[in-house]
């Protein structure tokens, strides 16, 4: 009896001990995401000011630096909207588009992988696993110059748009096309043999009954797609270049802490601009958490 | 090498059991590389048996085929034309009718382009003295010229010559393969007809395409999608690292040429400043995927582990507040970090205010190093917690409750059961995270841009927390950009994550088993 007590009084001391590392941890990986709104409610507007008065009283937060956001004009004579909301804009059609696209390449190629047997299948995907072992953006140079090409022979002049990063981003994510391949795999085989003697014929099998059966494959692809564009800088930088009516979010505000004057103006204007980009981009990335999990996992374990 | 059985390694001492994995492992990874390079030879082998047995196949076609058959390897489509397929007929002629023009009216001119790059041609010229040219704006200046002029289209693009002999040789593979496959069709659908089968119509040809042929649908557009803008660009990318292309030999200041295997040499000169920072470079960003990697998946299954203790409440709460980090962007979160730990952010600003000493967390390279593998630690642990939940719930208990009444502590436990159950699932994704680290842009990128930059490194332009792929990223867009190094580098980190993708390889499960079966 005394030993199951003494048992027992031992497991507290250790939940107790982990309760308070637990509350540790949390601390630790929220007083960051804290310190970004914290931020942004400084009245302060250039670095030096906020680095000295960090810690300012709570009476003197303000909002000011998200109104400024809806109207400050990056070039105030010929811009038609605020440069942020345009940004933001123009990321959110980036997105959407890529998205959709993306998703049609990744689900149509995963399929054929994963479901039709032909001639050439094992040496497409291990041709198309070295292709993944150059790092991405390695040919970039090569793409930039591509792009170029394009647009003098048709005649479109020198400056490449959102039109070409969209291409970047899209044309070539068929690729990726791993983890919705596992997925497919574990669907019975069965329902395909099955619509078949009924007279299905492939694109019907594909249509009618395994993409039904994907939603969380199909909305794992989605919030990849969807994500990519508000968080690469890469790609975007190096295409987009000085051509500020086509940034994005991320190369906008990457642009206001690394120019130095904007730096003196728009310090606390970029942590404003970094929570309204992060709170929607959260809000989908909870919502789907599970699919997503399934898709890592899924991906994981089959190796 | 000599394999000795599990029981004898069990008995040996731990030194020397320590001793034969180190000796084994070596082993396997020289096989690994020898495997591979045999493989490649056995590859191209049989590829060139392919071709000779389709050359040798097609002249058994021409020999056997009739009159249309035999013009048809003139004409292309006339055989298809002769068996009352007119639409595929006429569409295979248009094509090659197209290629034709397309190899006369430009291919040529590209393919000899693509060998000479292009000449350096007087290209720029006084207003005042319009005959007189000069081979750059440097030199126009300098003969006394204040605003020279660039002369039209007379200095030639190096850069779009080698994208046009590229395409041009796509093309020519392409039609190649194409003709033989139509040559082998027609004399096919002569045996056919002969034979008296049915000869399928056009309207029956297009239906195959959503049944027996529906992988080639499906294909189609992704695969043009990746020859576009993956595999074109990265010929073009390996071209560049055997020539002379940088910020001085662009258009429209210079013309490019090969060099050949020259930056290839002046990378493993370990001597030259190049090869020196390569080879620092390279060490850091080894150091930097091993403690990335070991570090966030060991210290994520622990907070995983305690998470899903028996008797923790709020499991739910705690897995949340971590993976909020997970679900804001990266460059939010990264960039914000580099805005309160640089030289005049809130930390260093009032830790001096505090203590008086000045911490300097991101400008002093041995803290930099230190705080960028810590912050990468913040990044990657709620990743391991979010990818092992669900595989540490599938542990058996009874592992658990066994080890516990052989008298085994918590950490044992945790190292022999836990960890070793966890490898054993995701070993080979623990591959695939290590090379994804190796190449860990966002990280480096976003927090100290690769610096603090020094002065030993090739132009300055690389500091010591740059990984590889920071510095290729330099290499194409800083100052003075050398398009041709950075191509080399990208081949340099190529064959690095190749040849550990294949030891795994050589490792893994399935290969293991497929040694079984044999």
Known sequence: MARIKSMKKKQKIENTIIYILLVLLSIIWIIPIIAILYVSLNPDSSQAAVSIRMFYPISKMTFSHYVELFTYKLSPKTDVMPSYVRWYLNTLGLALCVMLINTFFILSLAYTMSRLKFKGRKTLMSINLVLGMFPGFMSMIAIYNILKLFNTLLGLGDTLGLVHLGLCYSMASGSGFYIAKGFFDTVPKSLDEAARIDGANNAAVFFKIVLPLSKPIIVYTLVTAFMGPWMDYIFCSYVIRN?????????????????????????TDFFAGSVLVSIPIMAVFLATQKYYVEGVTGGAVKG | ??????????????????????????????????????????????????????????????????????????????????????????????????????????????????????????????????????????????????????????????????????????????????????????????????????IKTFKEDIGDFLNSKFHITLLFLPVVGIIIFTIFPLI????????????????????????????????????????????????????????????????????????????????????????????????????????????????????????????????????????????????????????????????????????????????????????????????????????????????????????????????????????????????CTGNQPRYNLASVIGIAIFVVSATLSLIVYRNSSSFKNEEDFA
């Not at chain 2, 680290?437 to 480096?444: A, E, L, Q, T």
Request: hydrophobic share 45%.
């Open chain 2, 1 to 198: 090498m000599k394999t000795i059985s599990y029981i004898d390694y069990c008995a040996l001492p731990r030194i020397q059991q320590i001793g034969y994995s180190i000796y084994s492992g070596f082993f396997k990874i020289i096989f690994g590389i020898g495997h591979f390079f045999k493989g490649l030879g056995l590859g191209i082998y049989h590829f060139i048996l392919k071709i000779i047995n389709g050359l040798a196949d097609t002249g058994r076609c021409f020999k056997a085929g009739d009159v249309f058959t035999k013009l048809s390897f003139l004409f292309l489509g006339l055989g298809h034309f002769k068996r009352k397929q007119y639409a595929k007929g006429v569409i295979i002629f248009a094509l090659e009718v197209l290629f034709i023009v397309f190899m006369v009216g430009f291919g040529g001119q590209a393919l000899y382009n693509f060998i000479t790059l292009g000449e350096s041609r007087p290209a720029w010229f006084c207003k005042s003295d319009p005959n007189t040219f000069y081979l750059t704006q440097q030199e126009a200046i300098n003969a006394g010229c204040l605003f020279p002029t660039q002369a039209a289209g007379r200095l030639d693009n190096s850069a779009n010559m080698m994208l046009y002999g590229v395409v041009t040789i796509i093309v020519l593979v392409a039609f190649f393969i194409f003709y033989f496959k139509t040559v082998k069709g027609t004399y096919k659908l002569e045996c056919d007809s002969y034979e008296g089968k049915h």
């Open chain 1, 243 to 267: 051509n500020t009516d086509n940034f994005t979010v991320a190369l906008g505000l990457y642009q206001w802490l690394n120019t130095q004057e904007l730096k003196n103006t728009r310090y």
């Open chain 2, 236 to 475: 073009d990318t390996f071209l560049m690292a055997f020539t002379s292309y940088d910020y001085a030999h662009n258009f429209p200041l210079d013309v490019f040429e090969w060099v050949g295997f020259k930056n290839f040499s002046s990378l493993f000169n370990f001597g030259g400043t190049f090869g020196y920072t390569f080879i620092s470079l390279f060490k850091w960003t080894i150091v930097w995927a091993i403690l990335a990697t070991f570090l966030n998946f060991i210290l994520g299954i622990l907070v995983a582990t305690i998470i899903n203790r028996k008797g923790i409440k709020f499991k739910k709460l705690w897995r949340t507040c971590l993976v909020l980090s997970v679900a804001i962007p990266q460059f939010v979160s990264l960039l914000a970090m580099s805005q309160f730990l640089n030289e005049y952010g809130p930390l260093t600003y009032y830790i001096e205010k505090w203590t008086g000493t000045k911490i300097l967390f991101l400008s002093n390279y041995h803290i930099a190093r230190v705080m960028i593998v810590t912050i990468n630690i913040w990044i990657g642990i709620p990743y391991t917690v979010l990818s092992t939940t669900g595989i540490l719930m599938n542990i058996p208990a009874d592992l658990y409750e066994s080890a516990r009444i052989d008298g085994a502590s918590p950490i044992t436990m945790y190292f022999k059961i836990t960890l070793r159950y966890i490898i054993f699932v995701m070993g080979p994704s623990l591959i695939t995270t290590f090379i994804g680290n190796f190449n860990n842009f966002g990280v480096i990128y976003l927090l100290t841009g690769g610096g603090p930059k020094t002065g030993s490194y090739y132009n300055s332009q690389a500091g010591y927390t740059d990984l590889l792929v920071t510095w290729l990223y330099t290499l």
